[in-house]
């Protein structure tokens, strides 16, 4: 009886620790994919204000900027953001 219960206690442990080592991958998973989410949303972001950028450039000059003929001018704008 006593044997049966220190082997259950030590199945216990086992689990409790197979556990927690899954737990901290789960969540360290969690954090990368919330980092390359954060990566991601910024460079839409950055796409998205040199877009507005470039609507606003053709609002002030009232004329159509060409975004192709100005493509290095944008790619120093959206680094620079």
Not at 23 to 51: K, Q, T
Not at 58 to 74: F, S
């Amino acid at each position: 009886m006593v044997d049966a219960e220190r082997r259950a206690a030590e199945i216990i442990e086992e689990a409790k620790k197979h556990a927690l080592v899954e737990a901290a991958g789960i969540v360290e998973a969690a954090r990368h994919e919330a980092a390359s989410e954060a990566i991601r949303l910024r460079d839409l972001l950055r796409d998205d204000v040199a877009g507005l950028a470039v609507k606003g450039a053709e609002q002030i000059l009232k004329r159509e900027v060409n975004a192709a003929a100005h493509a290095d001018l944008l790619t120093q704008l959206k680094a620079e953001l």
